[in-house]
C-alpha cells in the first residue's frame, strides 16, 4: 500500500503570511492523483486542491497552490495571505490510478495549522 | 443541493454491543467510502461500495462491515464493539471511480464505554 507522509505535526503561521505544508509519498505507480484536504472544528473534510501526476503544472487554486515534485515524490501546499479561517489540520493523500489498487484515498497524519493575528 | 448526510451525529455505546452507522451521498454519487479517524492517527480506509457492491476493503476484522442500497445510500455496522472502536467515521461519496476526489459528511462521533 502506498504511505503517505506529513512530517509536521503542526504548523504556525501569522494572518497575511505565507505557510509551507510537507507532504511525501511512497509509490510505485505512474499513474496517480493527489489531493489536500482541510478539516477544520465542524470536522467536515473539504477538498482544498488536486493535482494528477502526469500533468507537470503545479496547480493552484486563488490562496492554495502546490509544489509537485513527482521525481522526489514530494507534494507540499503552500498558503499565500494566510486567514484565521484557514486555522484547520490540513490531510495530504494519494489516489492510485490502478484499478487493481482501488480507489480508495490514502490519507496521512495530517498537519495541524495554527493562524495567529 | 444536498451534501453527504451522516447519522447520527453521535452515538454512545457499550462494549460488546452493535453499532450502525447511516450515510446518504449526495444525489448521483453511486460510490461510498467509509473512513475511520482515531485519535491521532489520521483517517484510515474502512470500506468502499459502489453500485451496491462491496469494491475495497481497508485492514479491518470482519466485525465491521456494511452495505449499500439501491438508492446509493449506506451503512457502517461495528459488531462486538471494543474500547478501541470510538473514534469519528467518515463518510464520503463521489461518482464512480471519480478521479476528482471525494464530498465528505460532518461524521458520526462513536464512543464505546
Known amino acids: 500500500a502506498q504511505t503517505v507522509t506529513q512530517s509536521q505535526p503542526e504548523m504556525s503561521v501569522q494572518e497575511a503570511e505565507t505557510v509551507t505544508l510537507s507532504c511525501t509519498y511512497d509509490?510505485?505507480?505512474?499513474?496517480?492523483?493527489l489531493f489536500w484536504y482541510k478539516q477544520p472544528p465542524s470536522r467536515q473534510m473539504i477538498l482544498v486542491i488536486r493535482?494528477?501526476?502526469?500533468?507537470?503544472q503545479n496547480a493552484t487554486e486563488n490562496r492554495f497552490s502546490v509544489n509537485f515534485q513527482k521525481a522526489a515524490k514530494s507534494f507540499s501546499l503552500k498558503i499565500s495571505d494566510s486567514q484565521l479561517g484557514d486555522a484547520a489540520m490540513y490531510f495530504c493523500a494519494y489516489r492510485s490510478g490502478n484499478s487493481n489498487s482501488g480507489y480508495a484515498l490514502n490519507f496521512g497524519k495530517g498537519t495541524s495549522l495554527l493562524v495567529t493575528p | 443541493e444536498a451534501g453527504v448526510t451522516q447519522s447520527p451525529t453521535h452515538l454512545i455505546k457499550t462494549r460488546g454491543q452493535q453499532a450502525t452507522l447511516r450515510c446518504s451521498p449526495i444525489?448521483?454519487?453511486?460510490?461510498v467510502y467509509w473512513y475511520q479517524q482515531a485519535l491521532g492517527l489520521g483517517l484510515q480506509f474502512l470500506l468502499w461500495?459502489?453500485?451496491?457492491?462491496?469494491?475495497n476493503r481497508g485492514n479491518f476484522p470482519p466485525r465491521f462491515s456494511g452495505r449499500q442500497f439501491p438508492n446509493y445510500s449506506s451503512e457502517l455496522n461495528v459488531n462486538a464493539l471494543e474500547l478501541e472502536d470510538s473514534a469519528l467515521y467518515l463518510c464520503?461519496?463521489?461518482?464512480?471511480?471519480?478521479?476528482?476526489?471525494?464530498?465528505f459528511g460532518s461524521g458520526t462521533r462513536l464512543t464505546v464505554v
Open positions: 461500495y459502489d453500485e451496491g457492491e462491496e469494491r
Open positions: 493535482q494528477e501526476a502526469y500533468k507537470q
Open positions: 509509490t510505485s505507480e505512474s499513474d496517480y492523483y
Open positions: 444525489s448521483g454519487h453511486t460510490s
Open positions: 464520503a461519496s463521489s461518482l464512480a471511480m471519480s478521479i476528482y476526489g471525494y464530498t
